[in-house]
């Protein structure tokens, strides 16, 4: 009697450690399946983001304990621009597993949230550069903006330039101006302060997600990155 009571209990024990995992194994697929599927119809992307959920330790997912995780989404319309890359470093979160399995999505203690990175391509900041009809290129490098325009000096065209840093204001973008150039060549700074007066370009950064704050913007090569912090997925 004592040996079937003991090969029960030992059944017992492998039917929950296989089922254990079953769900270490099927979980994490489960939960990035529909972490994705929230983050498209949130942002009303036309395709799924990339999301990777980490935990730490491994076995504290089936917790609903994560210690991160990443959300990448390539080639989004995200805040009115067409970005090249959208990313979302995920903070640590915990799921509130049982709500999550009789609601039959999930639920977070808390919202979710991250550190934002944003990157636009040259090419987008150029079209809406052009919304003001004076500016007709924009030439992104490091550390400098560069807004240009066609001037007619004396009968002919020159290429005009005005250099220039972004920074982010008031939940805009602001061109502060700083030099300018006519056919490449630079201006004496008293010149240039003189035609600046009163020059600026600002871009209202609207259409990002409730929750959205962008505090920085760096100018790289052929192209910007927006950093800040998002609020709310899943929340």
Do not use: K
């Not at 498209?40 to 036309?46: A, G, I, K, S, V």
């Not at 990313?87 to 639920?107: N, Q, T």
């Not at 079209?127 to 550390?143: C, E, F, I, K």
């Not at 790289?220 to 950093?227: I, S």
């Amino acid at each position: 009697m004592s040996s079937v009571a003991g090969a029960a209990f030992s059944l017992g024990v492998l039917a929950v450690l296989a089922l254990l995992a079953g769900a270490y194994t099927f979980l994490p697929g489960v939960v990035e399946g529909v972490v994705a599927r929230s983050v498209q119809d949130w942002l009303n992307l036309e395709r799924a983001p990339e999301v990777r959920l980490e935990s730490d330790p491994p076995p504290a997912m089936l917790l609903g304990e994560f210690s991160g995780g990443r959300v990448v989404m390539e080639g989004a319309e995200f805040g009115g621009l067409r970005t090249r890359r959208v990313e979302v470093e995920l903070e640590p979160f915990r799921l509130r597993v049982l709500r999550s399995l009789r609601e039959g999505e999930l639920v977070p203690e808390r919202p979710i949230a991250g550190d934002l990175r944003v990157v636009v391509a040259e090419e987008e900041i150029s079209r809406v550069a052009r919304l003001d009809s004076r500016v007709s290129r924009v030439d992104l490098r490091p550390g400098a903006v560069f807004v240009g325009s066609d001037v007619e000096v004396l009968g002919n065209e020159l290429p005009f330039a005005v250099r220039g840093e972004l920074s982010v204001r008031g939940g805009s973008l602001v061109f502060a101006p700083r030099s300018v150039y006519i056919a490449g060549a630079p201006l004496p700074q008293r010149v240039s302060r003189r035609m600046l007066e009163g020059v600026s370009f600002v871009y209202r950064l609207e259409g990002f997600p409730e929750g959205t704050r962008i505090g920085e913007v760096r100018s790289l090569d052929g192209r910007l990155l927006l950093t800040g912090r998002i609020e709310g997925l899943l929340g």
